[in-house]
């Protein structure tokens, strides 16, 4: 198990995906809802599409908006990534962590070494939406997960 990965409580310890169905289930769903909180105090959660690269979740967000002020304010956040409409069917991660911006604000578009991977899963992933990016109108956050958490509810039907 990763440092940052939390055991699985006892009752639901079989309903946890392992790391390798974590990576896969992370890599198949486009939405996530990142929890913000600003300097008041006041939560903020949107949703917003992401990539994965194994060991941080990968935002690129509009930087003229109240999720990046929340985050320039307190870099904690919350985020859930989930999916099924029955209740058997119910799968889903959990980060919670720090936030980072990476590289310029708002970002010129220019692939760093540090961008090179997001930039890459994102161009993979959401491959209508390559161009936005660029704009000059963005910015790159990290996500450094300090817990993870995940459930599949499929896994009781077994």
């Known amino acids: 198990m990763a440092p940052h990965e ?11 995906m392992t790391p390798a169905e974590r990576d896969a289930f992370l890599a198949g769903q486009r939405t ?7 300097g008041a105090g006041q939560p903020h959660v949107t949703p917003l599409w992401f990539a ?5 979740l990968w935002l ?8 990046l ?8 956040v919350a985020v859930v990534v989930d999916a099924g409409e029955e209740y058997a069917e119910l799968r889903g991660v959990e980060l919670r962590g720090s936030a980072t911006l990476v590289g310029g604000v708002p970002w010129s578009g220019e692939v ?8 890459r899963l994102f161009t993979e992933k959401y491959p209508e939406q390559s161009h936005v990016r ?6 790159w956050v990290r996500v450094d997960a300090e817990h993870l958490s995940s459930w599949d509810f499929r896994k009781g039907r077994r």
């Open 32 to 38: 996530c809802r990142l929890a913000t909180v600003d």
């Open 52 to 56: 994965w690269d194994g060991a941080a």
């Open 112 to 119: 760093t070494p540090e961008l090179a991977e997001p930039d």
């Open 60 to 67: 690129c967000s509009l930087a003229r908006s109240r999720r």
């Open 69 to 76: 002020a929340d985050l320039v304010a307190n870099r904690r």
């Open 134 to 139: 660029r704009r000059g109108r963005h910015a």
């Open 6 to 16: 939390r055991p699985a409580l006892r009752h639901g310890a079989h309903l946890a």
